[in-house]
């Protein structure tokens, strides 16, 4: 399974991004996508994932402000985020998990900028 991520960038404090990442290869196998994030001098965190049925699962410090959404038909994952805050900068990994959970897959990071 192959992960491209796109849609990190730059962006004041109260904006908006959206993140997408496209899964390729062995799709069938996968069931779980989501982000993680990592910010410099931090471990990588979870920020959201979603089933393949569709059952969501944020972390706290997002809830309200980012949602996940899933194309299956188009084997995409995206990361709508509002509200944008500076303590959201970092890198943004695409994972994907199958079935099982035994297997995870990473796409490249893409970085997020929030300037106060």
């Known amino acids: 399974v192959q992960l491209q991520a796109s849609g990190g960038g730059l962006v004041q404090a109260g904006g908006s991004l959206r993140l997408a990442c496209a899964a390729s290869g062995n799709i069938f196998s996968i069931n779980v996508m989501g982000w993680y994030r990592q910010a410099p001098g931090n471990e990588r965190e979870l920020v959201a994932d979603?089933?393949?049925?569709?059952?969501?699962n944020y972390a706290d410090s997002v809830k309200g402000r980012f949602t996940i959404s899933r194309d299956n038909a188009k084997n995409t994952v995206y990361l709508q985020m509002n509200s944008l805050k500076p303590e959201d900068t970092a890198v943004y990994y695409c994972?994907?998990?199958?079935?099982?959970?035994?297997?995870?897959?990473w796409g490249k990071g893409t970085l997020v900028t929030v300037s106060s």
């Open positions: 994972n994907a998990r199958n079935w099982q959970g035994s297997i995870g897959y």
């Open positions: 979603i089933t393949r049925g569709g059952s969501t």
